[in-house]
Structure formats: structure tokens, C-alpha cells
């Protein structure tokens, strides 16, 4: 018989307040490592580019698109998730701070500490 043990909780909360606009993206699960618990987690807050990936720089331009709003849970393969791209943010809850590409990249985002 087999059994399994499902842990239930919320994800963090990025937003400083609950006014913002996202849009559905497809989340890749390439290069995403496994964690303790043997799952591939993308964090809330991560910059997210146009690939799924995790957004990168080339010529001094982000390829970025939004910020992952939840968790999102990709073990077994990619899967859609929320994508901010007008916010205000709580700079402490990001998994890293955006750099100045990002921050170009996403006009429309605003982190406050």
C-alpha cells in the first residue's frame, strides 16, 4: 500500500498591496534544482523572461517579462503560473533584489523595503 504525506501551506506574500495586474506564463523546470524534499520549487518573486527561465542579461538588456507571483511547483514538468507585471513589492519577501536591467525591463514594478 502506498501512502503519502501532503504538507498543505500558503506560499509567501511578495505583494506590499493588492493592486496589481498579472498574466498567465508558462514556468519552465529547466535548470531548477531539486530541493530536501525532493520537489523543484520556482520561488514567488523570481524574474521570469519570455523562455519560462529565469530571466538573464545579454548586451545590457534583461530579457524579462514579470515576476512570479506564487510559488510554483514544477517537479514533473513546466506549468503555468501568475505573472506580475504592474506591482508594488516587498523588497525583503524577493528571493534577490532586482538589478537595474530588470527594474528597466519592468517599468511598471515598484519594490518598496
Given at each position: 500500500?502506498?501512502?503519502?504525506?501532503?504538507i498543505?501551506?500558503?506560499?509567501?506574500?511578495?505583494?506590499?498591496?493588492?493592486?496589481y495586474?498579472?498574466?498567465?506564463?508558462?514556468?519552465s523546470?529547466?535548470?531548477?534544482?531539486?530541493?530536501?524534499e525532493?520537489?523543484?520549487?520556482?520561488?514567488?518573486?523570481?524574474?521570469?523572461?519570455?523562455?519560462?527561465?529565469?530571466?538573464?542579461?545579454s548586451?545590457?538588456k534583461?530579457?524579462?517579462?514579470g515576476?512570479?507571483?506564487?510559488?510554483?511547483?514544477?517537479?514533473y514538468?513546466?506549468?503555468?503560473?501568475?505573472?506580475?507585471?504592474?506591482?508594488?513589492?516587498?523588497?525583503?519577501?524577493?528571493?534577490?533584489?532586482?538589478?537595474a536591467?530588470?527594474?528597466?525591463?519592468?517599468?511598471?514594478?515598484?519594490?518598496m523595503?
Amino acid at each position: 500500500m502506498k501512502f503519502t504525506k501532503n504538507i498543505f501551506g500558503t506560499s509567501k506574500e511578495i505583494l506590499y498591496n493588492d493592486d496589481y495586474a498579472a498574466f498567465a506564463h508558462q514556468i519552465s523546470d529547466e535548470g531548477i534544482t531539486v530541493n530536501a524534499e525532493y520537489k523543484k520549487i520556482v520561488p514567488a518573486g523570481t524574474v521570469i523572461g519570455a523562455d519560462g527561465k529565469k530571466a538573464s542579461v545579454s548586451d545590457g538588456k534583461s530579457n524579462a517579462i514579470g515576476i512570479l507571483l506564487s510559488d510554483c511547483d514544477v517537479t514533473y514538468g513546466s506549468r503555468p503560473g501568475d505573472l506580475l507585471y504592474r506591482a508594488v513589492l516587498q523588497g525583503k519577501k524577493l528571493p534577490a533584489a532586482l538589478t537595474a536591467e530588470e527594474q528597466a525591463a519592468l517599468p511598471q514594478i515598484k519594490v518598496m523595503d
